[in-house]
């Protein structure tokens, strides 16, 4: 944040705009346009998923992140259409003070 130099000597009241991440209150956080948790349809709400990878003559179980949850065992059925199942907005705040 930049004060202009007068200002920071002289005083008064300077106001401080920003965007902030909020919790969506349009889906309650969930991401889903219901409202609620979902578990997902992909890794049964695990949150991984395991992949067969042949090596040579073996072949190796690997262990990955759920690519449709990202790893939280929770999706969404129908994306909320406020935050687009992100779960959270930006929102604009303003922070006052004296100098």
Not at 14 to 24: A, D, P
Not at 56 to 79: L, N, S
Request: hydrophobic residues 25%; charged residues 30%; glycine residues 16%.
């Amino acid at each position: 944040m930049w004060i202009p130099l007068n200002k920071f000597y002289t005083g008064g009241d300077e106001v401080y705009s920003f965007r902030r991440g909020e919790i969506c209150k349009h889906c309650k956080g969930t991401g889903d346009l219901s409202g609620k948790k979902q578990v997902c349809p992909v890794c049964g709400g695990t949150g991984k998923m395991f992949r067969e990878v042949k090596v040579k003559d073996t072949v190796k179980k690997v262990e990955m992140k759920c690519k449709e949850c990202g790893g939280t065992g929770f999706g969404a059925k129908q994306k909320c259409p406020v935050c687009g199942g992100n779960k959270i907005t930006m929102a604009p705040r303003d922070l006052k003070f004296e100098l």
